[in-house]
């Protein structure tokens, strides 16, 4: 009997991502054999594979077919596109995860005088980014000289190695406390899925239903199901203002012909001054919950 085939997807092992990428499979319905300290982790219910590897190395992973499917920030997988010797070019992204979010900002010391770009003009720029800044500064046509490191890039101003940084930005907490202010953003970044040119059709089954549940499980986190009763003679009104519904459900209220009962999925978020309006509109008994899953 031949073994039955199995996807491999690679996430973060440590690091920001991390947590997330491995909470978002649990909310796909993939059960985990607890071994997080191991490069393989087994799905138990689903013909899955979770390599635990470094951001940077989840490409390669891809271009060899170790896994066909990764989740990485969308700037580690460009900058090996943008390094540009080819291997990465048939790696795709299939869909933004909205977490991990960040940028690849320029950022210079107090005492550089920074008025645009060109301000860069033959200055040296340490970056773990070559390809991403190559790229960006051979489109503004702008010379400068880049020096390549692996972390701590934001200790190379002070330590006269750069003039000034090309890094990842999030808090902005690592720039305060270096005395660097940031000031041109090459990119904006989160989590992204991501595959290669999947050729084995079982395979790319499994992908496909894996990428289903991602995105039913982000569309069911951007949705909330909202419950009220309206007056019957402001129900238009009251549609009006449930947020990214499609049509509600009405449904009569035992006893009343003055009001219905409205109950609605509404696929943006629901903010107190939206229950506000509705309640302006003669809404009673507003009730906004979770949606845990959701599909078509
Ligand atoms: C990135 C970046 C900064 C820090 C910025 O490093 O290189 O050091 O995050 O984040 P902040 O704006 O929230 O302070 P990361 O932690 O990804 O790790 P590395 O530099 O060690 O690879
Ligand atoms: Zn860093």
Redesign the pocket.
């Known amino acids: 009997m031949s073994e039955e085939k199995r996807l491999k997807i690679a996430i973060q092992k440590s ?2 991502l991390a947590d997330m990428s491995l909470q978002l499979l649990e909310k796909c319905g993939i059960f985990l054999e607890k071994s997080r300290d191991q490069l393989l982790c087994r799905a138990q219910n689903f013909p899955l594979d979770i390599f635990l590897v470094r951001d940077d190395d989840i490409p390669a992973f891809l271009s060899t077919d170790v896994c066909q499917l990764g989740i990485l920030g969308q700037n580690a997988l460009l900058e090996k596109q943008a390094l540009g010797n080819g291997k990465f070019n048939g790696l795709k992204q299939l869909l933004p995860l909205g977490y991990g979010k960040c940028r690849l900002s320029i950022a210079v010391p107090h005492d550089f005088t920074y008025d645009s770009i060109t301000s860069l003009k033959g200055k040296v720029i340490a970056t ?1 980014y070559k390809g991403l800044l190559s790229q960006y500064l051979a489109k503004q046509n702008i010379k400068a000289d880049i020096v390549t490191m692996e ?1 701590a ?2 200790v190379a101003p002070r330590t006269h190695l750069a003039d000034v940084i090309c ?9 305060t406390s270096n005395g660097l202010a940031e000031k041109d953003v090459i990119l904006h970044s989160q989590a992204v899925l991501a595959t290669n040119q999947i050729m084995d059709l079982e395979i790319k089954l499994l992908a496909d239903k894996i990428t289903s549940r991602i995105k039913a499980v982000l569309r069911a986190e951007n949705s909330r199901y909202i419950m009220l009763n309206s007056p019957t003679d402001s129900l238009e009104a009251i549609k009006a203002v449930l947020p990214g519904s499609q049509s509600p459900t009405v449904m009569p209220l035992q006893g009343r012909d003055d009001m219905v009962a409205v109950h609605a999925v509404c696929e943006e978020g629901v903010f107190w001054d939206t229950m506000e309006e509705l309640k302006a509109n003669g809404a009673k008994s507003i009730l906004v919950v979770p949606i845990e899953k959701m599909l078509d």
């Open positions: 690091g920001r773990s972390g890039v934001e890094d990842l930005v999030s808090t902005g907490n690592t720039l």
